[in-house]
């Protein structure tokens, strides 16, 4: 039982990064799926959710308008598009099952810097 992020890098202000989160190990398509970030000193905040059909989804107004989360049931992955990326969007990501036992990810980091 398991989720792995992956796409995390170093990306200029204004750029794009998309993060895959591969699910394994539990039934995917029952449960919802949320984004965390937690930046150096700060606590770890949640910022986006998608529910298990993919129909509904929710932002933080930190990120709302910029970055989309969506899924693929069929693949068990979870993904975030990021778009105009700023210094401040700069953390470790973390996807996470929402409901059941908790379930984290190792995390992925992504660094916006010029």
């Known amino acids: 039982v398991q989720l792995v992020e992956s796409g995390g890098g170093l990306v200029q202000p204004g750029g794009s990064l998309r993060l895959s989160c591969a699910a394994s190990?539990?039934?995917?398509?029952?449960?919802?799926m949320s984004w965390y970030r937690q930046a150096p000193g700060k606590e770890r905040e949640l910022f986006a959710a998608i529910t298990n059909t993919g129909r509904s989804t929710n932002y933080a107004d930190s990120v709302k308008g910029r970055f989309t989360i969506s899924r693929d049931n069929a693949k068990n992955t979870v993904y975030l598009q990021m778009n105009s990326l700023k210094p401040e969007d700069t953390a470790v990501y973390y996807c996470?099952?929402?409901?059941?036992?908790?379930?984290w990810g190792q995390g992925t980091q992504v660094t916006v810097s010029s």
């Open positions: 190990g539990f039934t995917f398509s029952s449960y919802s």
């Open positions: 996470k099952k929402t409901g059941g036992i908790t379930l």
